[in-house]
């Protein structure tokens, strides 16, 4: 019980703002923020999320052990030591990967890379907070019997100073800084680009079924970065298929209420990329703006943080029809409607938002994850109709429209220099 108090209490916390004083970040409409955010080994990350337990968070990241506590009750796997990335800028990155029985470059299969929540989320939450490990085993994803389960990657975030108002540094996801770009100069963007190439270029993964799935930060990262990379390859010509997630919302919002000026982006991207949110009827990741209102928060609620308002943006702002939004009660079942916000207390939120929706963290039974997957699974890669506009022109970049090239007015960045291949080796907003 102490893990879970003391998690609601920095959830809390994060919706309900800080009265700690902050100079805003620098902001802009294209990138939102004007540079990645910091790692704990850059800068004094003295603004802990309280779930960690410490009064400062340290280094840039930390080295998931990509195995099952016991501790949590569930199934146990040990997949060893996780995929090491030393060669990338900035910290040493890490993630976990299963590759079911079989897996060849005869008999690829589709990929699924996991983003964990933020705070104390780690890439071991796939383990011990969901049932995707078990499975992707033998689960169809690629509607070809002779090619039963899939290639699991679960990534370790950074250690971050994190921009809102509430003290939340810990293990994110940056999605607040959106240089979509291929190649990106967000650090997270880059990784996921390099994980996505290297099982491509591996053989092992199936190029037209590479899917994402998230989890509240993670969830918010991983609408980006499919948007970002559904039309526009990464560096090595790879495409993301589809994205379903938990407890996520508007990735392109404003970071703080009235922050000035916007890191809201303006315009939002175009996209067709099919997206999934899955959502409890009564979330800190808040189903409507009522609920945000009853909670009667001592400050205003961090933008973009409620999914109704998202799924009309994602209609009319990013003009992708491609989405589907279910909706469960705290007890599993699914429901069309948002719980009233009398109903909706604040606890009540934070507790079905550590729950993912695999009806086992709820006691209900009812297993939400095959509605994900098979909505994954229904999407595989396809390339666009030639005369349809790709998405909007960023600066320096060019889009095919109806064959012809169009280049938006101001220069193009000079590419970095790419290193080769390297060696291998809670969750919350």
Not at 17 to 44: E, K
Not at 55 to 83: M, N, Q
Not at 176 to 198: E, G
Not at 254 to 262: D, H, L
Request: net charge neutral; hydrophobic share 35%; aromatic share 8%.
């Amino acid at each position: 019980m102490l893990i879970r108090e003391t998690v609601m209490a920095g959830v809390v916390l994060m919706l309900a703002g800080s009265a700690i004083a902050q100079t805003g970040p620098a902001c802009n409409p294209v990138t939102g923020l004007a540079q990645p955010l910091p790692t704990c080994a850059d800068v004094m990350c003295d603004r802990p999320a309280s779930e960690l337990n410490v009064e400062i968070v340290r280094g840039g990241t930390i080295v998931p052990k990509c195995r099952t506590d016991p501790a949590w009750g569930r199934p146990e796997y040990d997949d060893g030591p996780p995929l090491r990335f030393d060669d990338l800028p900035g910290v040493t990155r890490y993630a976990c990967l299963y590759e079911p029985p079989g897996t060849s470059s005869a008999s690829p299969r589709p990929l699924v890379v996991f983003f964990h929540g933020g705070g104390a989320g780690t890439a071991d939450d796939v383990f011990n907070h969901t049932s995707l490990r078990t499975k992707a085993i033998s689960y169809d994803l690629s509607g070809d019997p002779k090619r039963p389960g899939f290639i699991l990657i679960s990534v370790q975030g950074r250690n971050l100073r994190y921009p809102t108002s509430a003290p939340r540094d810990g293990h994110h996801h940056d999605f607040y800084y959106r240089d979509l770009r291929s190649p990106s100069t967000n650090p997270d963007i880059a990784f996921a680009d390099r994980l996505i190439d290297h099982m491509v270029a591996s053989k092992l993964a199936d190029p037209h079924r590479i899917y994402l799935m998230g989890w509240s930060n993670g969830a918010f990262f991983s609408q980006m970065y499919g948007i970002a990379r559904h039309r526009r390859a990464t560096p090595g010509g790879n495409h993301v298929a589809a994205v379903a997630v938990f407890s996520g919302a508007d990735p392109f919002a404003n970071i703080r209420q009235g922050e000035t000026p916007s890191c809201q982006l303006d315009p939002y991207p175009l996209s067709d990329l099919p997206i999934m949110i899955v959502s409890r009827a009564c979330d800190i990741v808040a189903c409507n703006e009522a609920q945000v209102r009853g909670w009667n928060l001592v400050a205003p609620a961090n933008p973009g943080q409620v999914v109704a308002p998202w799924m009309d943006d994602l209609r009319v702002k990013v003009h992708d029809t491609n989405t589907r939004w279910l909706i469960v009660t705290g007890f599993g079942t699914v429901t069309n409607t948002c719980t009233p916000s009398l109903f909706c207390s604040l606890s009540i939120a934070v507790i079905n938002h550590l729950r993912w929706p695999d009806g086992v963290a709820d006691h209900s039974g009812i297993d939400h994850e095959p509605a994900m997957l098979d909505f994954l699974a229904a999407h595989p890669w396809r390339p666009p109709n030639p005369r349809q506009v790709s998405g909007r022109c960023r600066p320096g970049e060019a889009h095919v429209i109806s064959g012809q090239r169009t280049i938006s007015r101001r220069p193009a960045r000079k590419p970095g220099v790419r290193t080769g291949m390297g060696s291998l080796s809670g969750r919350g907003m």
